[in-house]
């Protein structure tokens, strides 16, 4: 039996994959994915995100405004957003700041991205934070608030390594996606190995950063826009990469990973079991 495995992140919702589809769960029986963090981006694909957690007990669903799409937030978001966390136990993510969007307004973002923190300590829920381009403006933002106490996930953390000192002691975890097994990665790749070993969580983004192709263990037919789709049972290929890159055995590896990924998401984890899909 291989190790059970655990994706920080990804969006199983998103129309690119075939989320409901048997194959694919099939596929990540097989590679023994025990939990996975479904991440909602919108409005629009919460609903996505209930209704796969409803049908399937791996999925942790995870409710958020990513920075990409603040802007069409309605005037109920806060309320939907509520109604979503109060429906099943769950996270609070896909929230954060990104200054590398084009035509972004930090200050929209950050507002929408303060209110879901202050929701997540409130409640003490996991939260997942994307952060590109904007990381002075997210230690601010992290110190300034407050924040739950089970962690906060940074996912596929691409910030410089001196930062990693005060953000951990502010509850982050640091995910390590596919994506930075590319050989262009390397800065990222370097980053990596200042993460202590307790603050390291792995995840796909499946449909997004799919692995360099020659680690892929289940393709799936590129987009119509002509991008890779990442199958999340590619998972078992990331926790490959990350040993690799450690230095660490795989079996060593899945036994931390599982002892982070509880001590962040085990208490929402704990509740769905005794709760009514
Ligand atoms: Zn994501």
Not at 80 to 95: F, H, K, M, W, Y
Request: proline content about 8%; charged content about 25%; glycine content about 6%.
């Amino acid at each position: 039996m291989p190790p059970r495995l655990y994706d920080a992140h990804n969006h199983l919702q998103d129309e690119r994959l075939p989320g409901g589809s048997a194959e694919l769960w099939d596929a990540l029986r097989r590679e023994n994915v025990a939990l996975m963090v479904v991440n909602g981006a919108a409005e629009s694909d919460w609903p996505e995100v209930l209704a796969l957690a409803r049908q399937h007990p791996e999925v942790l669903p995870s409710f958020g405004y990513h920075p990409w799409y603040v802007r069409e937030r309605s005037a109920e978001w806060e309320t939907t957003l509520q109604r979503c966390l109060d429906a099943v136990p769950s996270a609070i993510g896909e929230i954060g700041l990104d200054r590398w969007i084009k035509g972004h307004d930090l200050d929209d973002q950050q507002e929408v991205f303060l209110k879901q923190l202050r929701l997540a300590a409130e409640r003490n829920l996991p939260v997942s934070i994307h952060c590109l381009q904007a990381w002075g403006k997210l230690l601010e933002c992290l110190r300034n608030s407050p924040r739950p106490r089970c962690g906060l996930v940074l996912h596929s953390f691409g910030g410089p390594p001196e930062m990693i000192p005060a953000l951990s002691e502010l509850g982050a975890y640091f995910s390590l996606p596919g994506y930075f097994a590319h050989e262009r990665k390397s800065r990222q790749r370097e980053t990596f190995l200042k993460v202590r070993l307790d603050r390291l969580l792995i995840e796909t983004d499946a449909p997004d950063q799919n692995l360099p192709e020659e680690r892929v263990r289940y393709p799936l037919p590129t987009s119509p826009d002509g991008k890779p789709v990442n199958h999340p049972a590619n998972l078992a290929a990331v926790y490959q990469f990350a040993a690799e890159l450690l230095g660490i055995s795989l079996t060593e590896l899945a036994a931390q990973v599982e002892v982070n990924f509880l001590s962040v998401f085990g208490e929402v984890a704990q509740r769905r079991t005794q709760s009514p899909l």
